[in-house]
T-cell receptor, first 113, second 112 residues
Framework: GQQLNQSPQSMFIQEGEDVSMNCTSS?????WLWYKQDPGEGPVLLIA?????ELTSNGRLTAQFGITRKDSFLNISASIPSDVGIYFC?????????????FGKGTKLSVKP | EAQVTQNPRYLITVTGKKLTVTCSQN?????MSWYRQDPGLGLRQIYY???????DKGDVPEGYKVSRKEKRNFPLILESPSPNQTSLYFC???????????FGSGTRLTVV
């Protein structure tokens, strides 16, 4: 079935550094979603991508929908301590019901002040 | 404010004692879903509902029940909880405009 592979699994960075993470799939997606989960909270939608090649920004965050439609990237510039959390990619589960999403296993980000 | 409200946030219970985790949304979304989150396994869908009185199994439905008698509420029921149901549970609604979910704050359940 469909799977989303996220890398890296975890990152330890210094405040002020830029961060890159990615998500790949063996199958094509028409939508890519990026979520952030703060410790003790539910995931929150950061960016949604709907078209191959699309590049979308949300503050210091930038995400890209890969040309092949099998991958997506999330970049965070000039990281700050509140960027700490787990970042998930997600896409529609075409093998499941309409509306069902599948999630990557997440990239855990730690930021050292 | 648009939100998904889950209760309780934390629950410790004993094996076999029936429990219900409530979920309520104020966005008039048709699609609602329950996920569990476990270390190393990510988010896995338990049950979903496409509308009132329409529910279906997700990827890990065993040991759970749901109901959808009205649009705003989607409770998760554990008739006879077992320790392997110790997990972090999230209720979510689907925003069809964005294609993304709005999640509740989670319920951390421990079954001893």
């Amino acid at each position: 079935g469909q799977q989303l592979n996220q890398s890296p699994q975890s990152m330890f960075i210094q405040e002020g550094e830029d961060v890159s993470m990615n998500c790949t799939s063996s199958s094509i997606f028409n939508t890519w979603l990026w979520y952030k989960q703060d410790p003790g909270e539910g995931p929150v939608l950061l960016i949604a991508l709907y078209k191959a090649g699309e590049l979308t920004s949300n503050g210091r965050l930038t995400a890209q929908f890969g040309i092949t439609r099998k991958d997506s990237f999330l970049n965070i510039s000039a990281s700050i301590p509140s960027d700490v959390g787990i970042y998930f990619c997600a896409g529609p589960n075409y093998g499941g019901s309409q509306g069902n999403l599948i999630f990557g296993k997440g990239t855990k980000l730690s930021v050292k002040p | 404010e648009a939100q998904v409200t889950q209760n309780p946030r934390y629950l410790i219970t004993v094996t076999g004692k029936k429990l219900t985790v409530t979920c309520s949304q104020n966005m008039n979304h048709e699609y609602m879903s329950w996920y569990r989150q476990d270390p190393g396994l990510g988010l896995r869908q338990i049950y979903y509902s496409m509308n009132v009185e329409v529910t279906d199994k997700g990827d890990v439905p065993e040991g759970y029940k749901v109901s959808r008698k009205e649009k705003r509420n989607f409770p998760l029921i554990l008739e006879s909880p077992s320790p392997n149901q110790t997990s972090l549970y999230f209720c979510a609604t689907l925003n069809r405009e964005s294609g993304g979910y709005t999640f509740g704050s989670g319920t951390r359940l421990t079954v001893v």
